[in-house]
């Protein structure tokens, strides 16, 4: 019969999932596009159109290296328990966070500038924001194991004589 609880290690596969695909979502929605201005210039009489691009990373210069960041720390995040992990946890939440800050600030610097905006911005704040949720799945503490049934019992075994029997035989080594 299924469990409909996660097992004790989901929660750790998902806080690294988060962490990587955040971190690299954050960092690849940074690097694009987010704003294109079309300008249209004159020069010795022949008209030219010129496209001006404001790239992710002039408007918000911290979640590039924020998202990279996050990636890298899915590593340390996959390979550590107990309070280390925690560590990490609590540095992905507070990475999380300011890279949420970051974003929001650059794209209110782009709703300034004259042109059409990119779904960048959004793309940008979703994987801050899994970053976040990342660190606050490594932080939670994981479930203590379940107790084995009573077959495993051996103060409820009934009395076996062939072990009983094999027990007396062999003299007890002690360590």
């Known amino acids: 019969m299924a469990d409909s609880k996660p097992r004790e290690g989901a929660g750790g596969l998902r806080a690294v999932a988060l962490a990587v695909v955040g971190g690299l979502l954050l960092a690849g929605a ?15 009489g022949i008209a030219l ?3 001006v691009r404001s790239q992710g990373y002039d408007l918000a210069p911290l979640a590039l290296p924020f998202g990279l960041l996050a990636a890298v720390l899915a590593v340390p995040l996959a390979m550590l328990r107990g309070t280390a992990r925690r560590l990490v946890g609590s540095v992905l939440v507070a990475l999380g966070g ?4 970051t974003v929001v600030s650059g794209y209110l610097r782009a709703r300034g500038i004259e042109g059409t905006l990119s779904a960048l911005p959004g793309l940008a704040f979703a994987g801050a924001v899994a970053v976040a949720a990342a660190g606050l799945f490594a932080l939670r503490r994981p479930r203590p ?4 049934g009573a077959r495993y019992d051996l103060e409820a075994r009934e009395a076996d004589d062939e072990w009983e029997l094999a027990s007396e035989d062999e003299p007890r080594r002690e360590r």
């Open 30 to 44: 940074s690097a694009g596009d987010w704003v294109l201005t079309e300008r249209a210039d004159q020069v010795g």
């Open 145 to 148: 194991p379940r107790a084995l």
């Open 98 to 101: 300011a890279a949420c800050l």
């Open 49 to 51: 159109s010129e496209v």
